[in-house]
């Protein structure tokens, strides 16, 4: 049904029920509006919108639904003689500088004033005495006299971000917004995130200035990018001031992968790059240092307590190294890796890339190790992300990508959330997922925490640390003796499945009750919940992965899949979401020491051939050493050369105490990064990198969507883009790498790479492509995949049985606690970047673990005080928070502290299949700190 | 005290002696009414509260009722005077568009908290609608808690006004922390 209505003389035809308002913006005819949003559920409470459709009184378009015949008005002398007035009612009592009109300078209410002739200063309407201010929070700015109750923050605040912070209170003139029960912005459980200051039409809400002043929009360039934070790869607008050559604000772009949805990460955590501290000239370890070690106090970690809010102490650190050229620091690095490489073979060198560069810098990388080096020793941080899950996926259904894309959980009817505190860690994928939850998805989380996205589940099952295995064991076997499994689905595309019935049928919920602490009547009624669905999403983190049976754990996920036929069709599907925002792209472009890129087996003679062909050298046929491998082989002297690129292994691998000692073991260590990180106190030479502010690179995010982040700004100083760094000590160990452009490479890689085939840097713009895409000038790229069989040897997924196993380390009477890291909201993993960021660490300054506040008081220690948590391998002090959050007997510790560093406690035991080290669980001690 | 009031036996028999003049002089003025047909006497008389009430002025602040349009919905247009005005803050309105065009808006809720209200009817003298008055000549409500306190909009819309005499023509709403099936 469609409705034919007339505005303004022009004929428009509109699906019935659509407003007005919409109809007359497809008909090319704009409506100011205040209150109203296209994101947001129209209320009409501003009547700026009214039209004349020729009744008693005019309707407010936005809310007004279109009918059949109707004749609108939208600039009739009654209309704009409302507007008007009404404009001079809210300007009556407006502040005189509005925040917006200062900052960004898109003032909507000032705006409508100028077009309707209103001066403030003329009006004869009586002011109020001024409403307050409140600039107690880091980022934004709240201005309440230029406040007009628009609703815009609350229900930005309700319905797109699902924070539920911003209320109303208060009657007539005191009328206001209140953040929770009236507290100041700052002291509330507001979660920073900018969607209420960018969605506010007026100087009430705005962004505070973090880099440099906020000048007019019209005033800055627009740049198209994406965030350089986690997998959700939001799409967003940098603003960037040319003259002060800085990123000065970030808005969400409408994209498919966020909507315009940001989090405080990607909105505000882009000062990092302007950091004093930015590395600027290529630096080399001064003769008088050596033998290698750490240099700042911290690094060495002597055990004294270190004051929050650490930055790595430059004028401990750079004194070891002197400013070089970049011909004598390349010259030196190429000489040094290409002695060791003569000396000790090429099994001596190994490379770290990283997960936070572009796809072309990663292929660039791996590149270099594996036809310069001429070794597998390459791998980045999926190690110690998402291993386990990309093992487990490759195993069963032959892919380790995400078989559909985490926006489609508003299709699912149940999604399952395990092992991730999705709104800590992925925050904007997390609305999506509260959107879906307040819509009809029934929501299960299963954690051992209480995370932020269990208070939105319907079923929320608290689990001891490290059974996932037993849970999800008895889920399949209620599933299997209640008769909730798809037999037509296991037998047209999955094997195993016998074997997996006599291994489940030993875990009765009530066994796994026992082993899981969670009752079998929950364990019973959340498994037929799932198994009912008629589509159910599965989406896991962390907490299934970072086990020394993370594979284990993401087996049974993914049988849980197949045995209900929840993969390939809209709304179900498996997706590990992933950490880094190109862990994705870096894994794909073949930063793993098993695979080249697209992830084609090292071992395959057939693939080595065409790799061999493409690259013109002869390569590896061994797989390389993993990321804790490649440490234990620097300890044992195996390894003698390292060359770094944005990584920071001395905080993010677990057990410190050994790194330390692997790092310093190394005869060779090149470090490429951004900042001094604490890995660059070991190095030989350090190269000053780009921030990703200041390259143009493809990244590809959790959904497989390849997206284009544009240069924005200039490099500081010398520091040069890390692609151009790398073909350079190509080239200086005998091997050409001559590319112009980051496109160039990115050809390359397409080329070799079946699943970007066809992707091109034109087509990828505006909002990018999902991978594989077959027909990329016309579709965004396929979303569902597997529908129709695996891309397994079989074409069928495998059902693999696994036995429940206890973590490596278990509590016992000397360390009683279980250990559990993790990452905060407001921080970026070894915090190189966020803790740089001013409103970053102003929200989250120091280090702190949680804990039950009935251990703590069983302790006898108060909330607040200083606790020295130690393990087997170290010790570390450091604040100890009170939480319910938290299960008894087990502690919470961030691990993005270099002063309080988690890692230290941490277990490096690995996972036998996915290599990858036991994050989430070992034993720990809390005692009282001394002094 | 004094020493007279220390025993309280004495002031007892004086409480006594008054109650028992009124009760010798009302049985006096009824006997003379009743069995001497006396046209001025006038005994007391006990109102048999609940059943039967006393009349009350038509300018007394019962409990407010929200006047209905023809059609049954609410006359109130949410324009929000009344919560403003209010003293007590006890009135909290949602705002909504009215179905019919011709009206602009109507309250989605319409809240008054009993409890909070302190009866002054300034929300009556706001009303540019005439569409809340206090007129239900209802001045009973309780409940067991704050909760119970708190009208509804339909609770208020289903209220009538008062008869004659401030007899309350409709029922007294019971909050449903009241009801008996509990």
């Not at chain 1, 994705?584 to 697209?598: E, N, R």
């Not at chain 1, 502010?693 to 997206?707: A, I, L, M, P, S």
């Not at chain 2, 004495?10 to 001497?36: I, K, Q, S």
Request: charge should be neutral.
């Amino acid at each position: 049904m469609s409705a034919m209505l007339t505005i303004d003389g022009r004929k428009v035809s509109v699906p019935e029920g659509t407003t007005i308002w919409e109809a007359a913006r497809q008909a090319g005819i704009e409506i100011p509006v205040l209150c109203h949003d296209p994101r947001l559920r129209p209320v009409g409470v501003c009547r700026m919108c009214v039209v004349d459709v020729g009744e008693r009184v005019l309707a407010a378009s936005c809310v007004r639904a279109a009918a059949d015949g109707m004749t609108v008005q939208t600039r009739s002398e009654k209309v704009e003689r409302c507007r008007k007035t009404l404009t001079e009612l809210l300007l009556s009592d407006y502040p005189a500088d509005s925040a917006r009109e200062k900052t960004t300078g898109d003032d909507l209410l000032l705006a409508l004033g100028r077009s309707f002739g209103v001066r403030p200063e003329y009006l004869t309407i009586p002011r109020g005495d001024g409403r307050a201010r409140d600039v107690s929070s880091p980022v934004i700015a709240v201005d309440h006299a230029a406040c007009i109750l628009c609703d815009r923050c609350i229900r930005a605040c309700d319905e797109i971000q699902h924070n539920d912070v911003i209320g109303r209170t208060g009657k007539g003139y005191t009328a206001r917004i209140a953040f929770d029960l009236d507290s100041p912005m700052g002291k509330s459980t507001c979660v920073a995130c900018g969607e209420c200051a960018s969605v506010c039409p007026t100087g009430a809400l705005t962004h505070k200035p973090l880099t440099a002043p906020i000048r007019p929009r019209a005033e800055l360039k627009n740049v198209d990018s994406v965030c350089p934070y986690c997998g959700v790869g939001c799409a967003v607008t940098l603003h960037v001031d040319p003259a002060k050559n800085a990123v000065v604000l970030v808005d969400g772009r409408p994209s498919p992968g966020n909507e315009s949805r940001l989090c405080v990460k990607g909105r505000y955590g882009f000062d990092y790059a302007l950091h004093p501290q930015r590395l600027t000239v290529p630096l080399i370890r001064r003769a008088e240092f050596y033998p290698k070690g750490p240099l700042s106090g911290d690094v060495k970690g002597d055990g004294r307590r270190r004051k929050p809010g650490g930055l790595v102490d430059y004028n401990e650190v750079l004194p070891a190294f002197s400013e070089a050229s970049w011909d004598e620091a390349l010259d030196l690095v190429a000489k040094r890796l290409s002695e060791i490489k003569k000396a000790d073979g090429p099994g001596a060198l190994a490379g770290f890339g990283s997960a936070k560069c572009s796809n072309e810098e990663a292929y660039v990388f791996q590149k270099l190790v594996r036809a310069v080096f001429g070794t597998n020793n390459v791998d980045h941080c999926t190690r110690l992300c998402h291993a386990s899950s990309v093992a487990a996926l490759l195993e069963t259904i032959g892919s380790g990508a995400v078989t559909n894309v985490f926006g489609d959980v508003k299709n699912a009817e149940v999604a399952l959330i395990a092992g991730s505190s999705t709104t800590d860690n992925h925050p904007v994928a997390a609305t999506f997922i509260k959107d879906a939850a307040q819509h009809g998805t029934t929501l299960i989380v299963v954690d051992q925490r209480e995370t932020g996205i269990a208070r939105h589940a319907h079923h929320f099952l608290r689990i001891n640390p490290g059974t996932d295995v037993a849970l999800y064991n008895a889920w399949m076997h209620v599933l299997i003796s209640e008769g909730l499994v798809n037999r037509e689905y296991i037998a047209k595309h999955t094997e195993g499945f016998e074997a997996l019935r006599e291994t489940v049928k030993r875990y009765p919920p009530e066994r796994a009750a026992e082993i899981c602490g969670v009752p079998a009547d929950k364990i019973r009624e959340a498994a037929s919940v799932f198994g009912r669905a008629k589509a159910a999403i599965i989406f896991w983190g962390m907490g299934i992965s970072q086990h020394t049976h993370g594979t284990d754990n993401a087996r049974c996920l993914i049988s849980l899949a197949l045995l209900t036929g929840n993969v390939g069709r809209p709304g179900t599907g498996l997706h590990p979401l992933r950490g880094q925002n190109n862990v994705q792209g870096a894994s794909d472009a073949g930063l793993i020491p098993m695979v080249f890129p697209d992830y084609q087996s090292v071992e395959d003679a057939g693939i080595r051939k065409r790799f061999e062909a493409a690259w013109g050298v002869r390569l590896d046929p061994k797989r390389g050493l993993t990321v804790v491998e490649i440490m234990t082989g620097a300890l044992e002297k195996r390894i003698r050369g390292m060359y770094m690129m944005g990584e920071n292994p001395f905080l993010s691998d677990p057990n410190i105490n050994k790194v330390r000692k692997a790092l310093a073991a190394l005869d060779f260590l090149c470090v490429q990064d951004i900042f001094l990180t604490e890995t660059a106190e070991f190095a030989d030479v350090i190269l000053p990198a780009t921030s990703f502010f200041e390259k143009t690179g493809t990244y590809t995010n959790t959904d497989r969507r390849v997206q284009i982040g544009w240069k924005a700004v200039e490099p500081p100083g010398q520091a040069r883009l890390d692609w151009e760094v790398v073909s350079e000590i190509a080239r200086r160990m005998g091997y050409p790498m001559e590319y112009v452009t980051a496109e160039e490479i990115f050809n390359e890689f397409t080329a070799l790479a079946p699943s970007y085939q066809g992707l091109t840097y034109q087509n990828l713009q505006p909002h990018g492509k999902l991978w594989p895409c077959p027909d990329p000038e016309r579709s965004d790229g396929v979303q569902l995949l597997f529908g129709d069989g695996f891309p397994t040897p079989s074409g069928r997924g495998k059902f693999v049985p696994c036995e429940y196993r206890p973590a490596a380390e278990v509590p016992d009477s000397d360390y009683p606690f279980v250990l559990n890291t993790g990452r905060l909201l407001e921080h970026w993993h070894t915090g190189v970047m966020t803790r740089r960021s001013r409103p970053l660490s102003t929200i989250q300054p120091e280090a702190f673990c949680e804990m039950n506040p009935d251990d703590l008081a069983a302790a006898g220690i108060p909330a607040g005080a200083y606790v020295s948590v130690s393990s087997r391998r170290g010790s570390i002090t450091l604040r100890a928070h009170a939480s319910r959050r938290i299960a008894p007997g087990t502690v919470f510790i961030p691990f993005h502290f270099r002063e309080a560093a988690a890692n230290v406690l941490t277990n490096d035991q690995l996972d036998p299949v996915g290599k990858i080290p036991e994050f989430k669980f070992c034993a720990v001690r809390i005692d009282p700190a001394t002094a | 005290m004094k020493l007279r009031q220390r025993f309280y036996l004495v002031e007892v028999l004086v409480g006594l002696g008054v109650t028992a003049a009124h009760f010798f002089a009302n049985l006096g003025r009824h006997t003379a009414r009743h069995v001497f047909r006396s046209k001025t006497a006038r005994g007391a008389v006990t109102f048999q509260y609940p059943e039967e009430r006393r009349p009350y002025s038509p300018r007394l602040r019962s409990l407010h009722r929200l006047v209905r349009r023809e059609d049954g919905s609410p006359r109130c247009v949410a324009c929000m005077m009344c919560e403003t005005v209010c003293p007590a803050h006890c009135i909290y309105i949602v705002a909504a568009e009215h179905p019919n065009p011709e009206i602009e808006k109507v309250p989605e809720r319409f809240d008054i908290d009993l409890g909070k209200c302190v009866f002054c009817g300034y929300c009556v003298e706001a009303c540019p609608e005439d569409a809340i008055r206090m007129d239900t000549g209802i001045l009973e409500f309780s409940s067991y808690s704050r909760q119970g306190m708190i009208y509804t909009k339909e609770m208020l819309l289903a209220l009538e006004p008062a008869g004659p005499a401030g007899t309350p023509r409709s029922l007294i709403p019971i909050p449903a922390d009241r009801t008996l099936e509990r």
